[in-house]
């Protein structure tokens, strides 16, 4: 056992070398998150940033939030709206629904089912949706035997919450007046 730097045996002395060119390694700041991750060679590329939309294009966000939901730049405009106010997780839950329903595994299904009830649908989650009690025991005992429709009663639920409350603020914001001038 290595106890004094003076009384290290020699391979311990190599090890503790060792150990500290890793942790200076890993404390140097990588290029991007991924790097701690991914090896260099094996990154995968980044998507392109969607391109600003044309004012046209802005506005029709206003029609629904079905429109806005299905436009790249607008989804993140109004994610980034929403993370401004800390209330981001109607929209996050929303997403992991519409994910939650392209997944085919059932085995997939059931762990992620479990993921997305432990965020966002039970009590003290760290990111708690605000549905009523009936929608969240609907929501449980859907998830007993996991469906592609488990949570589609809470989904619609946030859905109008989002465009009662979340859409209004979001068109009112700096963020969307930006892209309509």
């Not at 993140?76 to 994910?99: G, T």
């Not at 997305?116 to 003290?124: D, G, K, M, R, V």
């Not at 025991?137 to 109008?160: C, R, Y």
């Amino acid at each position: 056992m290595c106890k004094g730097l003076a009384a290290l045996p020699h391979s311990c002395l190599e090890r503790a070398k060792e150990i500290k060119i890793k942790l200076g390694t890993l404390l140097q700041k990588p290029d991007s998150a991924v790097d701690l991750i991914i090896p260099h060679n094996e990154k995968v590329q980044k998507p392109a940033k969607p391109q600003k939309p044309s004012r046209d294009e802005a506005l029709q966000w206003r029609d629904s939030l079905d429109k806005l939901l299905q436009n790249d730049h607008a989804l993140a405009s109004f994610k980034s709206f929403l993370q401004s106010e800390f209330s981001e997780e109607n929209l996050e839950f929303w997403l992991a629904c519409e994910d939650y329903k392209k997944i085919q595994s059932p085995i997939q299904m059931a762990e992620r089912a479990k993921q997305i009830y432990e965020e966002f649908i039970q009590t003290e989650a760290p990111k708690e949706v605000n549905i009523d009690h009936f929608t969240k025991d609907l929501t449980v005992k859907n998830l007993v035997e996991p469906s592609l429709s488990s949570f589609d009663s809470a989904q619609k639920k946030v859905h109008a919450l989002m465009e009662k409350d979340s859409l209004p603020r979001f068109l009112r914001s700096e963020f969307y007046q930006e892209l309509v001038k």
